[in-house]
Structure formats: structure tokens, C-alpha cells
């Protein structure tokens, strides 16, 4: 079945470096890929909707400056966590459309 | 706006026990609904895909109904497992392809 690979599956920066979440698929082409976060006990909130070639669709309240994302394939889409705080700390989890969603296994970011 | 609502939050019920899950939404003008299951610090597993245009789909021990014009769906797990410790989460695509999750329920399979 479809695969969607996701790295690093946890990270522990400092506050004010900068992250990056790859979400790949591994045996389809994605022109769309979506990231969403998730605090604990809390349900998906979609961020933004990565589209191949051009520039990411951010949902109401995602700041585009602090969540960079880049879909430079149709297989690779990045997000990159800038200057990152504390608030930052959460599950961040990619997905990919092929008939089905189908999901990263999810990024635990951690800011001291 | 579309909103997804899953009750009950959390579930705890012993092992073998047949049980129902339930979602809704508030906008019945979707392309389909789908739900996943969430294990602790894990990434989501598709189970079952529900086409606007279907009813119900089925997987094993689990069958997912739809009902557009009342706005829920439900998720059936039959003779539960202790394995089936999760939670599970409802995502509803909208016409406008968003995908809205529910909150989810949280189960807990007791041996």
C-alpha cells in the first residue's frame, strides 16, 4: 500500500533554531501534501496545504513566516519550524493523497 | 463551516464486547469520510474510506456507515481485541477539500 515516511520522528532543539520536517511519499506521486499539528489529547489541525511548484495554502491563524514550507518535488515536501519557541512544542504529521489519506508516522518537536 | 464532533471522547469497555463509535458533522455536502486509528505518539492508520456516494464500507471486525443527510457516521468494531486500544479519529472532506478531523475517542479494551 501506499507509504508516506516522515523524518525525524523526534526532535529537541533550543529555542530560536530552526527545524525541518521532511514528509516523502515513497511509492506514488503527491501534488498535494498536507501538515498538520496536534497537541496532546487534542485532534488534527491543518496548518497549510503543500502544492508541487508553488507556494503552500496556509489555513487562518498559521503564521507562512514561522512554518516555511516547500514542495520542490512530487515526492518531497518540507516544513520548517523558524526561530523556534517553546509554544512550538508539538506533533507535527504529514500526509499525502493517493485515493486514500495516508499518514506520516508524525514529528514530536521539542523547544527548550 | 464544516465541524466534526466524536462522542462519546472516551470509551472503556472489556475485551469481546461488540461497540459503536460515532461521528458528525454539520455539513452534509462532502466528498467523503474516512477514519483512522491513532495509536499513542504514532502517526494515523487509514482503516476505512467512505465515499459520498456509499453507505457503509467494511474491514474485518470493523464496519463504517454513512449517513449524509443526517450528518453521522458510525464505526462498528466488532468482538473487540485488546489491541484495539487506540484512539479514533473521524476526517470529513469537504467540497471545498478540507479535510476536518473530530476529536476523537479515545478506547481502552480491557483484557
Known amino acids: 500500500g501506499a507509504v508516506v515516511s516522515q523524518h525525524p520522528s523526534r526532535v529537541i532543539c533550543k529555542s530560536g533554531t530552526s527545524v525541518k520536517i521532511e514528509c516523502r511519499s515513497l511509492?506514488?506521486?503527491?501534488?498535494?501534501m498536507f501538515w498538520y499539528r496536534q497537541f496532546p489529547k487534542k485532534s488534527l489541525m491543518l496548518m497549510a496545504t503543500?502544492?508541487?511548484?508553488?507556494?503552500?495554502?496556509?489555513e487562518q491563524g498559521v503564521e507562512k513566516d514561522k512554518f516555511l514550507i516547500n514542495h520542490a518535488s512530487l515526492t518531497l515536501s518540507t516544513l520548517t519550524v523558524t526561530s523556534a519557541h517553546p509554544e512550538d512544542s508539538s506533533f507535527y504529521i504529514c500526509?499525502?493523497?493517493?485515493?486514500?489519506?495516508?499518514f506520516g508516522s508524525g514529528t514530536q518537536l521539542s523547544v527548550l | 463551516k464544516q465541524e466534526v464532533t466524536q462522542i462519546p471522547a472516551a470509551l472503556s469497555v472489556p475485551e469481546g464486547e461488540n461497540l459503536v463509535l460515532n461521528c458528525s458533522f454539520t455539513?452534509?455536502?462532502?466528498?467523503?469520510l474516512q477514519w483512522f486509528r491513532q495509536d499513542p505518539g504514532k502517526g494515523l492508520t487509514s482503516l476505512l474510506l467512505i465515499q459520498s456516494s456509499q453507505r457503509e464500507q467494511t474491514s474485518g471486525r470493523l464496519n463504517a456507515s454513512l449517513d449524509k443527510s443526517s450528518g453521522r457516521s458510525t464505526l462498528y468494531i466488532a468482538a473487540s481485541q485488546p489491541g484495539d486500544s487506540a484512539t479514533y479519529l473521524c476526517a470529513v472532506e469537504s467540497s471545498a477539500s478540507k479535510i476536518i478531523f473530530g476529536s476523537g475517542t479515545r478506547l481502552s479494551i480491557r483484557p
Open positions: 503543500s502544492n508541487e511548484g508553488s507556494k503552500a495554502t496556509y
Open positions: 511509492d506514488f506521486q503527491a501534488t498535494t
Open positions: 455539513d452534509s455536502a462532502i466528498y467523503n
Open positions: 500526509s499525502a493523497r493517493n485515493e486514500k489519506l495516508f
